[in-house]
């Protein structure tokens, strides 16, 4: 086969569309992708009408070789993706025994059997490998042409992912159309907006300006700035060397190369310290708990949460003064602190952190997204406001990643001192 020239991505599913269900493969194949240096070229969100999944079929094997298709392999009505690609292409369908045999054997393993509509799954476009889908009743489809790859993928999450990574990128590599690409860096800040870190990094980035490209990517809690030599600029070395001197200009707003999630840098940090960590929540009613649960192996450190919405619980269960709360008020830095205190103690942890406040869109004596947050730890006990803006599912969200960024940039400023203290024992 000549030289890939172009990489895309097709999504089938009116759910994108209409505000159902947002578009994660994107990001998904993104990253991986551009990590096997096969970056995407073209992305695009089609419905489940058989016309425009048509006009959109013909568009992609038009302008590109390595194609991309997910979603539409069920076995509902508007499921049509195998078809119209079959027609796009002008080839039949062939009924897959072996296809069959696996959606029987999957329906069996779970006391069912298939109904005759999970027959329509078995229809293979002719010369296709039907790919294994253990987690899923649609096989995949790999489909080699003389110039081009097309690749038929399921949209859920849980069977897509497996398929492409067991399936699919070992295809790939056979072909020696991978390559794992370390030339470009990617930095993950927290805690600083776009334009301040953008700021902070205009008089390293300037100097390097013929050299490399520049993307930068804001989301929520996040701003991720990646670096790319362009043709005939840096070479690795030169490129991670001006990602040390990025780092440098972002002191503890840096949180890490590549994408590190904020919980699992925690966790890691304490874990290398033998220390242990215990949260109390009380407006965000147990989402700061469920991300440190999110990371695998968690219990090694995390001890376990307390979600004290009413002030009798965050008496009865945290020892939080009586007279504290009508003095200062559940929402205070006073209550922040005790709460942190309290769970600490509770669960014999030697850290702490909770959350209190405002979510909105009632308030109280303070205005809608305020938010206490309170620190405990070996060394001392500390407190924080700030006010966050938006609605209250994101004030909650903000508030939770408010949180683990405050205790992460403790942690830094005193880890040296945690080291001395561990080596003790």
Known sequence: MKALRRVELVAIGDELLNGIRT???????????????????????????????????????????????????????????????????????????HVEESITAFFAERGKKPTPNNLKQCQIIQGAEALDNPNGTAPGQWLQLDQQVIVLLPGPPQELYPMFENEVLPRLEKLGWIHETESAVQIRTVGIGESKVADLLDPVLKMAADNIQVAYCAHL???????????????????????????????????????????????????????????AESCTGGLLASRFTDVPGASKVFKGGVVCYLNEIKEHLLNVPGCLLEQHGAVSAECAVAMATGVAELME?????????????????????????????????????????????????????????????????????????SLKC
């Open 23 to 97: 578009n994660s493969h994107l990001v998904y194949f993104g990253e991986i992708l551009t990590r096997k240096g096969l970056p995407l070229d073209q992305a695009s969100e089609i419905p489940d009408r058989p016309e425009a999944l048509a006009k959109a079929l013909q568009q992609a094997f038009s302008r590109s070789e390595l194609i991309f298709l997910t979603g539409g392999l069920g076995p509902t009505q508007d499921d049509n993706t195998v078809a119209c690609v079959a027609s796009a292409l002008r080839l039949p369908t062939e009924h897959s025994q």
């Open 349 to 421: 942890s030697d850290y702490a952190l909770s959350i209190t406040g405002y979510a909105g869109p009632e308030a109280g004596d303070e205005p809608a997204g305020t938010i206490y947050l309170g620190y405990h730890s070996p060394v001392g006990v500390w407190s924080c406001k700030v006010n966050l803006p938006g609605n209250r599912t994101a004030v909650k969200e903000r508030a939770v990643l408010t949180a683990l960024d405050f205790i992460r940039r403790k942690l830094d400023k005193y880890k040296v001192y945690d080291l001395l203290e």
């Open 221 to 279: 809690g996040y701003v991720d700035i990646r670096l790319s030599p362009i043709p005939g600029g840096w070479d690795s070395t030169k490129v991670r060397t001006l990602g040390e001197a990025c780092r440098e200009r972002l002191g503890l707003g840096f949180l890490g190369y590549g994408t590190p999630d904020l919980a699992c840098v925690i966790l890691k940090q304490l874990r290398g310290l033998n220390k242990s960590l215990a949260v």
